[in-house]
Every structure is written in structure tokens, then in C-alpha cells.
T-cell receptor, first 112, second 114 residues
Framework: IAGITQAPTSQILAAGRRMTLRCTQD?????MYWYRQDLGLGLRLIHY???????GKGEVPDGYSVSRANTDDFPLTLASAVPSQTSVYFC???????????FGPGTRLTVL | AQKITQTQPGMFVQEKEAVTLDCTYD???????LFWYKQPSSGEMIFLIY??????QNATEGRYSLNFQKARKSANLVISASQLGDSAMYFC???????????FGQGTELSVKP
């Protein structure tokens, strides 16, 4: 692994289903983030974690949850997916909260 | 509240020419960071350049430079000697000293003509 990996690359999901998007980094970065990117709205922060064991809410947290059990992994869970959660999801990490963020390749999620 | 504004939805530039992508920001925090990212059609987000609010000099990274005008609250990206591979979406973003949460602008789509 080099950098940040996300899985799956893309997913089509039925509304009401539970889904976890995976994110792993091998750079030993302390901070990690989840963004969603929608046409015309740019990237918006969903949740973040400044260090393992802590998480915080971003701009659009409703319908999503995260956990940070260790430094490397930061999964994003949709407990009951809705069509408005159709988006491209990016995971990012930074050495600490004030450094530049490096992004994963993204997950394209479609909720029908 | 913080806000980033990119007023140019699309820009065209001739290959080998320089181009400036505009970015203005709004914040009441004295300490903040400004970032530019490139998103090619393949979708990945690539970090280009960073400017801290207390930095005395404009940031430069190869062909990229950031024209930081603090009083005007602007952080324009200048790309010198444009290349065809520079065609992409460009996003301006900022954070503050309360955390790494980035606020993004809506982006500018740059097209480089041969």
C-alpha cells in the first residue's frame, strides 16, 4: 500500500441498505477526513478525526457515522442509505490537522 | 463563517501561456491556511500549493505560484507556461487553526488549448 486506498471503487446500493466505505492510509498521518463531492457543490466535509480514538462532525454529517479505532483506518458507514447520498466519496489524511491533505482515489456510490 | 469563492466556472488558456485562477475567501480567524488542489478528469485530488496566513512571501511550487493578497482576502493561483496536462478542475480551499477541516470553493475548469 502506498498512500491512501479506498474500497470499493464504485457501488450501486438499494435504498435502505447499510454500507461501509473503507479507507486505509499507510503514511502514519494523525488526521483523516471524509468528503463528498457533488456537481455544483464542490467537496463538503462529512466527518473528520484529528487522531486515533477521536472523531468530529463536519458540514454534512447526517446519515453517516465514522470510527477511528487505529491510526490507519477510517471507515464511513451509511446506516440506511437514501438516494440523496448518491455521490463521490473521498477519504483524505494529513500529518496533523494543519497540514496539507492527501486524498484517496474516491468511491462512486449510487443509491437507487 | 468561513467561505471560499471561485468566480470563474471555466477558463481557457493557450499552451505555453500563463493563467490566473481567482479565489477569494472570507474568515474572521487571524490564523488560517489556503490550499489549491487539481482534479483531472480521472477524478483524483492532487495537492498543488499551500499558503499560511502569516507567511510573508507568496508560495511557489515549480510552475505554480500563489498570489496572496491578505488585505483583499484573495489567493489566486498562477500557472506559468501552461501545458496540455494542466487541463483539469482546480479547487481553492481553506482551513483555520481550529482543525484541518477544509472548506472548498466550487472549482474552476481550466482548458489548455494546443
Amino acid at each position: 500500500i502506498a498512500g491512501i486506498t479506498q474500497a470499493p471503487t464504485s457501488q450501486i446500493l438499494a435504498a435502505g441498505r447499510r454500507m461501509t466505505l473503507r479507507c486505509t492510509q499507510d503514511m502514519r498521518h494523525n488526521a483523516m477526513y471524509w468528503y463528498r463531492q457533488d456537481l455544483g457543490l464542490g467537496l463538503r466535509l462529512i466527518h473528520y478525526s484529528n487522531t486515533a480514538g477521536t472523531t468530529g462532525k463536519g458540514e454534512v454529517p447526517d446519515g453517516y457515522s465514522v470510527s477511528r479505532a487505529n491510526t490507519d483506518d477510517f471507515p464511513l458507514t451509511l446506516a440506511s442509505a437514501v438516494p440523496s447520498q448518491t455521490s463521490v466519496y473521498f477519504c483524505a489524511s494529513s500529518l496533523d490537522r494543519n497540514n496539507e491533505q492527501f486524498f484517496g482515489p474516491g468511491t462512486r456510490l449510487t443509491v437507487l | 463563517a468561513q467561505k471560499i469563492t471561485q468566480t470563474q466556472p471555466g477558463m481557457f488558456v493557450q499552451e505555453k501561456e500563463a493563467v490566473t485562477l481567482d479565489c477569494t475567501y472570507d474568515t474572521s480567524d487571524p490564523s488560517y491556511g489556503l490550499f489549491w488542489y487539481k482534479q483531472p478528469s480521472s477524478g483524483e485530488m492532487i495537492f498543488l500549493i499551500y499558503q499560511g496566513s502569516y507567511d510573508q512571501q507568496n508560495a511557489t511550487e515549480g510552475r505554480y505560484s500563489l498570489n496572496f493578497q491578505k488585505a483583499r482576502k484573495s489567493a489566486n493561483l498562477v500557472i506559468s507556461a501552461s501545458q496540455l496536462g494542466d487541463s483539469a478542475m482546480y479547487f481553492c480551499a481553506m482551513n483555520n487553526n481550529q482543525g484541518g477541516k477544509l472548506i472548498f470553493g466550487q472549482g474552476t475548469e481550466l482548458s489548455v488549448k494546443p
